[in-house]
């Protein structure tokens, strides 16, 4: 005999407590649909926290002369009429932005996306930004394996009246224009470089970038 205490588990009791665990887990991981009992996974919600972000840097308010005042002008031009093949995701701090770009249809990067990173100094728009590939980078004679862009509008020629959305634009019409693959001739000596570095005293020669 057995007293209370000791008394075994009847198997059939247990096989529907473990039942009952595995249901309750597999209803926590495999949320189910309100029609058909099929499953899904949780979104991430990565989209939506990027979209969050940016309109809350469009929501505040910056002194005039502020130069988040006209990154945030910026940001909200971009947003309601992104550059053909640009997707633009901006965090926590708005002086920072992620452009995907997606290449065109009918180019040697049709369908291949590629992450551009722009960093806004606080000299902005009086200096340009920082812009450059983050990896993997494009295979292009006028883009470093650093990620490094080399393009005259990052330097000499860059003036107060650009915006980060000329930028975009005009590094997608470069990588759109491009006829085929390949680094540039001096990328060896560049290509250990921090990218992003300033681009006032660059030489840009047609040969090479």
Known sequence: RFSKATVPTPKSKRRGWLVQIVESLSALLFPKLDTGGKYKRKSSGRGNRSKSMSQSHLEKSFKEGDANARIQKELRAFTSNPPDGCKLAVGANIRVWIVTITGA?????????????????????????????????????????????????????????????????????????????????????????????????????????
């Open 105 to 209: 249809e009918g180019t040697i990067y049709a369908g291949e996306k590629y992450k551009l990173k722009i960093i806004f100094p606080k000299e902005y728009p009086t200096k340009p930004p920082a812009v450059y590939f983050l990896k993997p980078t494009p295979k292009h004679m006028h883009v470093y394996s650093n990620g490094d862009i080399c393009l005259n509008l990052l330097g000499k020629d860059w003036r107060p009246n650009m915006t980060a959305q000329t930028l975009a634009l005009s590094i997608f019409s470069m990588l759109s224009n491009a006829k085929e693959k390949k680094i540039p001739v001096d990328n060896a000596m560049h290509s250990d470089m921090a990218p992003g570095q300033s681009q006032e005293n660059w030489m840009y020669h047609d040969d090479t970038c």
